[in-house]
């Protein structure tokens, strides 16, 4: 199973963009879906968005229009864009790879704060 890194957290301001990658240290082309979760301070861990191997995403509804996740697997390598950023997406994002036999990877996550 892969080793998932987080990057291209940081601080941003309402209504800007950030672009966060989860870089895979194996292939993610047999993981079946790849996620984003997210945990707000003082919050529980949720889900952001998946994709799944055929290219399928669903978004949680607080995200839905303005996030895209999206998977390069020739790079090994997921994608959260992020656009219009509110402050309550301020959050630590990890990465999440879930193979189809029940086996799940977890990033160290990269906090993304949503700032004026």
């Known amino acids: 199973q892969v080793q998932l890194v987080e990057s291209g957290g940081g601080l941003v301001q309402p209504g800007g963009s950030l672009r966060l990658s989860c870089a895979a240290s194996?292939?993610?082309?047999?993981?079946?879906?790849m996620g984003w979760y997210r945990q707000a301070p003082g919050k529980e861990r949720e889900l952001v968005a998946t994709?799944?191997?055929?290219?399928?995403?669903n978004y949680a509804d607080s995200v839905k229009g303005r996030f895209t996740i999206s998977r390069n697997n020739a790079k090994n390598t997921v994608y959260l864009q992020m656009n219009s950023l509110k402050p309550e997406d301020t959050a630590v994002y990890y990465c999440?790879?879930?193979?189809?036999?029940?086996?799940?990877?977890w990033g160290q996550g990269t906090l993304v704060t949503v700032s004026s």
């Open positions: 194996g292939s993610i082309f047999e993981i079946n879906v």
């Open positions: 999440n790879a879930a193979y189809s036999w029940g086996v799940e990877v």
């Open positions: 994709i799944t191997d055929g290219g399928s995403t």
